[in-house]
């Protein structure tokens, strides 16, 4: 498993590389790197034949991710991990997106009462 900086993202981007996010769907909804594909870890054995190398894969700081690289490197990819996660990328200033259709989060307080 190789190590991939926030600045050096771009670069594999055009070389062709997957970047894998491996959060859960609502993680990943929330705010995501532009061009990243989500598959949440637990399923990603189950999707392995849908798969290309080269493969960066993320997470929120990088935890889920060095797991997921492993497990590609194991299968055969060739996987990398993004150091710091999506947290750490947004935190030196580059964009996120958001998914369009994220609810927004649920409030008790607001809910009429009956």
């Not at 190789?2 to 996010?21: M, T």
């Not at 870890?41 to 190398?53: F, G, K, V």
């Not at 990088?62 to 997921?68: I, P």
């Amino acid at each position: 498993m190789f190590e991939v900086f926030p600045n050096e993202l771009s670069l594999w981007q055009k070389k062709g590389a997957l970047l894998l996010d491996v959060r859960s769907e609502a993680e990943y909804a929330s705010g995501h790197i532009p061009g990243a594909r989500n598959i949440p870890l637990e399923r990603l054995l189950e999707e392995l034949d849908t798969l290309q190398s080269p493969i960066i894969t993320l997470c929120a700081t990088g935890n889920r991710a060095g797991l997921a690289a492993e497990v590609l490197e194991y299968e055969g990819f060739e996987a990398g991990k993004l150091v710091g996660g999506v947290q750490g990328y947004a935190a030196l200033g580059y964009r996120l997106e958001r998914s369009k259709n994220l609810e927004p989060p649920f409030r008790p307080e607001e809910a009429p009462c009956t």
